[in-house]
């Protein structure tokens, strides 16, 4: 199957400070998507990106769909305790899903 | 409510018993998924379904086999479970045959397999 990268694994931050995040791909994909995971519950999506060069805002939220088609990151700004949980990057091709590993985010109060 | 429901949550079985994990929406979508996630390696496309009998393999099928025979419920088969199949698995649904993107997932049902 196709493989996505994401980096970091893991982050640790302060509250009030931005995050990056970022995921890139072997294979083209058609759309960009970035979920978050709370323990113990489903993914729930947060920004979805449908062509190559979209810049997408959701409230503090700001992802891009890399102009290859091949990448996206995800930037979140003055983080808050509830920025807690695992961010997923995936990519749609051909009605398929492909996740990457996941980002596990800690902001410290 | 929107929602999609799993079930079982939990399940603890023995290698080789058959068994069965449900998976209902009531949105009326027609796109539904099973995924497995497990640790370091994010969630894997099991089965998808594009609408009432149209299943398609993912990229983890081996071990698995779903039906879709009305458009609410996408279950989940494993005729004979084996220890590697040990996960969390996830059931998700979105509105069209082409995925959506804007995909709900289920509460998850985590499987032990011994």
């Known amino acids: 199957g196709q493989q996505l990268n994401q980096s970091p694994q893991s982050m640790f931050i302060q509250e009030g400070e931005d995050v990056s995040m970022n995921c890139t791909s072997s294979s083209i994909f058609n759309t960009w998507l970035w979920y978050k995971q709370d323990p113990g519950e489903g993914p729930v999506l947060l920004i979805a990106l449908y062509k190559a060069g979209e810049l997408t805002s959701n409230g503090r939220l700001t992802a891009q769909f890399g102009i290859t088609r091949k990448d996206s990151f995800l930037n979140i700004s003055a983080s808050i305790p509830s920025d807690v949980g695992i961010y997923f990057c995936?990519?749609?091709?051909?009605?398929?899903?492909?996740f990457g590993t996941g980002t596990s985010l800690t902001v410290i109060p | 409510e929107a929602q999609v429901t799993q079930n079982p949550r939990y399940l603890i079985t023995v290698t080789g018993k058959k068994l069965t994990v449900t998976c209902s929406q009531n949105?009326?979508?027609?796109?539904m998924s099973w995924y497995r996630q497990d640790p370091g390696l994010g969630l894997r496309q099991i089965y998808y379904s594009m609408n009432v009998e149209v299943t398609d393999k993912g990229d983890v099928p081996e071990g698995y086999k779903v039906s879709r025979k009305e458009k609410r419920n996408f279950p989940l088969i494993l005729e004979s479970p084996s220890p590697n199949q040990t996960s969390l698995y996830f059931c998700a649904s979105s509105l069209s045959p082409s995925g959506s993107y804007e995909q709900y997932f289920g509460p998850g049902t985590r499987l032990t397999v011994t």
């Open positions: 995936a990519g749609n091709y051909i009605n398929q899903f492909y």
């Open positions: 949105m009326n979508h027609e796109y």
